[in-house]
T-cell receptor, first 112, second 109 residues
Framework: EPEVTQTPSHQVTQMGQEVILRCVPI?????FYWYRQILGQKVEFLVS????????KSEIFDDQFSVERPDGSNFTLKIRSTKLEDSAMYFC??????????FGPGTRLTVT | GIQVEQSPPDLILQEGANSTLRCNFS?????LQWFHQNPWGQLINLFY???GTKQNGRLSATTVATERYSLLYISSSQTTDSGVYFC???????????FGTGTKLQVIP
């Protein structure tokens, strides 16, 4: 069964460094998303991406964040200058038609 | 935005017991999903259920969209059912999914 994959599974970085989280959505899907979950809290929407542009973003998704689909398979989330409060689990998701979303296993980001 | 509340927030069950988890939402929804977050943090799709009833083994779910709630039933619980259960919805023209507050389930032997 096709699945969403994410790399790395765990990333440790120092405050102020740039990080890129990578996702490979399900191959025929058209809509892509990033969510985050701070430890012990609920999952929060960050951004949705369709037709090579951002279609919706939350207040969390400020100028420090950017997304890109650099080729036909990868979908990336970049954080330009990480802060301690960026420590969280980041989930990528994709969907074919905007209905059921399929989530990847997540990348745990630890900012020290 | 839409509010999604789940109850109970915490639940401890003896292995073999049955349980019902509830998800209430404040507005009409286009889509509704139930997830199980395992101890490793992974979100496992359980059901896509914007309306009606579905069953998958020991789990079943019912969504009554007109009354703005969904229920997840777990029968004959096992220790591997432990984790956090989330419902997640989207509404209106929004693609983003709004997650509920979660129910933390612990099944003890």
């Amino acid at each position: 069964e096709p699945e969403v994959t994410q790399t790395p599974s765990h990333q440790v970085t120092q405050m102020g460094q740039e990080v890129i989280l990578r996702c490979v959505p399900i191959s025929n899907h058209l809509y892509f998303y990033w969510y985050r979950q701070i430890l012990g809290q609920k999952v929060e929407f960050l951004v949705s991406f369709y037709n090579n542009e951002i279609s919706e973003k939350s207040e969390i998704f400020d100028d420090q964040f950017s997304v890109e689909r650099p080729d036909g398979s990868n979908f990336t989330l970049k954080i330009r200058s990480t802060k301690l409060e960026d420590s969280a689990m980041y989930f990528c998701a994709s969907t074919l038609s905007g209905n059921e979303q399929y989530f990847g296993p997540g990348t745990r980001l630890t900012v020290t | 935005g839409i509010q999604v509340e789940q109850s109970p927030p915490d639940l401890i069950l003896q292995e073999g017991a049955n349980s019902t988890l509830r998800c209430n939402f404040s507005d009409s929804v286009n889509n509704l999903q139930w997830f199980h977050q395992n101890p490793w943090g992974q979100l496992i799709n359980l059901f896509y259920i914007p309306s009606g009833t579905k069953q998958n083994g020991r789990l079943s779910a019912t969504t009554v969209a007109t009354e703005r709630y969904s229920l997840l039933y777990i029968s004959s619980s096992q220790t591997t059912d432990s984790g956090v259960y989330f419902c997640a919805v989207n509404s209106g023209g929004y693609q983003k999914v709004t997650f509920g507050t979660g129910t933390k389930l612990q099944v003890i032997p």
